[in-house]
C-alpha cells in the first residue's frame, strides 16, 4: 500500500513530466496502431475518397480526444474558466498558458499519425485515384469516362483483375505517393521549423509574463490536488466522529469484545483543528459552496 501511495505521490509531483511521458507514448501508440493496421481500400469510385481520407483523419481526432481526457489539466483548465471569480479574479493569461500547453501536448500523436500516413501514401492513394488526369497516363486511352473511373479507383488494388494488365496503374500509384510523401515531409519541415523559432524567439519576449502564467498555472493544479486530499482526510475524520457518536451508547459491549474506542482526547486536537467545530451535513454543504463561489484572494498575509 505505501509503494501505490509512494507512485500516486511521485505522479501528483511530477505531472507535468508524466504527461510528456503519456503523449509519448500516445505517438508510440499511433505508430505501432498504423503499422499493424490492415488497409483495405474498397477501390470503388464512391467509396475511395470516404475511406481513404477516413483512415487519415479519424484516428487523429480519437488520439487527441485521448490526450485531453488523460491530462489532468485539460479539466483543471475548464474548472478555472467555469468557476465564479468570487474574491478571486481569473488571470486569462494563466488560463490561455494551460490552453496552449494542454493543446500542444494533445497534438502530437495525431500529427505522428498523418505524418506517417502520408509517408506510406496508401490513405493518399486510395482517396484521390479517382482525381487522377488519366490524359497523362497512356493506359486509360481509348477507355469510356465511365471505364476510367472505374480502372482508376481500383489503383490501390494491385490484385484486381481489370488492373493486372493495365500498364498505368503502377505509374498513378507512384505519382501518387510521390505527393503523398512530398506532402508527409513538408508538413514535418514546417513543425520542426515552427518548433526551432519558437524555441529561439521566446527569450526575445517577456519572459516576466510566461513564468507568472506557469507559476499559476502549477499553483491551479496543486491547489486542486490539495484540496481534494484535504477533502479526503476530512471526509475521514468527520466518518470517524459520526461513527463514535453512533457507537456512544454500546462503549461497554464493544469493550466486552475487545474492540477498544480510542481514548478520549487521544487525536482530538488534530480532529478538531481539521473539523473546525463542523457538526452536520448542512456545514459542510455550505463550506463547499462558499470555496466555489467565493474562493479566497491569494493572499495569506
Known amino acids: 500500500m505505501d509503494r501505490f501511495r509512494m507512485i500516486f505521490q511521485y505522479f501528483q509531483s511530477n505531472s507535468e513530466s508524466v504527461m510528456n511521458g503519456i503523449c509519448g507514448l500516445l505517438a508510440l501508440a499511433s505508430v505501432k496502431m498504423y503499422t499493424s493496421f490492415d488497409f483495405s481500400c474498397p477501390c470503388l469510385p464512391q467509396y475511395n475518397m470516404t475511406y481513404g481520407l477516413g483512415i487519415m483523419f479519424i484516428p487523429p481526432i480519437i488520439l487527441f480526444l485521448c490526450g485531453l481526457i488523460l491530462n489532468r489539466q485539460s479539466l483543471v483548465m475548464l474548472e478555472e474558466w467555469r468557476r465564479p471569480a468570487g474574491r478571486r479574479k481569473k488571470d486569462l493569461a494563466v488560463i490561455r498558458y494551460m490552453c496552449s500547453s494542454i493543446t500542444q501536448r494533445a497534438m502530437v500523436a495525431p500529427v505522428v499519425w ?7 501514401g496508401k490513405c493518399l492513394i486510395c482517396a484521390f485515384s479517382g482525381s487522377v488526369d488519366p490524359e497523362k497516363f497512356v493506359g486509360f486511352a ?134 473546525r467545530g463542523i457538526t452536520d451535513q448542512d456545514q459542510v454543504n455550505k463550506l463547499l459552496k462558499t470555496w466555489y463561489y467565493e474562493k479566497p484572494p491569494l493572499d495569506v498575509s
Not at 498523418?114 to 506510406?120: A, E, F, K, R, S
Not at 465511365?146 to 493486372?164: I, N, S
Not at 451508547?249 to 481514548?263: D, N, V, W, Y
Open 114 to 120: 498523418i505524418v506517417v500516413t502520408l509517408l506510406d
Open 142 to 275: 481509348n477507355v469510356s469516362t465511365v471505364q476510367v473511373q472505374q480502372l482508376l479507383a481500383k489503383v490501390p488494388c494491385k490484385d484486381d483483375e481489370l488492373m493486372k494488365n493495365n500498364t498505368s496503374r503502377k505509374a498513378v500509384s507512384r505519382y501518387l505517393r510521390c505527393w503523398s510523401q512530398a506532402l508527409g515531409w513538408s508538413i514535418l519541415l514546417i513543425l520542426i521549423i515552427a518548433a526551432f523559432l519558437a524555441r529561439w524567439l521566446r527569450p526575445c519576449f517577456n519572459q516576466a509574463t510566461v513564468l507568472q502564467a506557469r507559476h499559476w498555472s502549477n499553483y491551479i493544479d496543486i491547489e486542486q490536488k490539495t484540496f481534494e486530499e484535504t477533502c479526503c482526510e476530512h471526509s475521514r475524520l468527520f466518518a470517524h466522529k459520526c461513527i463514535l457518536h453512533f457507537f456512544e451508547s454500546m462503549q461497554q459491549e464493544i469493550k466486552l469484545h475487545s474492540c477498544s474506542l480510542p481514548r478520549e482526547g487521544e487525536e482530538a486536537e488534530g480532529e478538531e483543528d481539521l473539523l
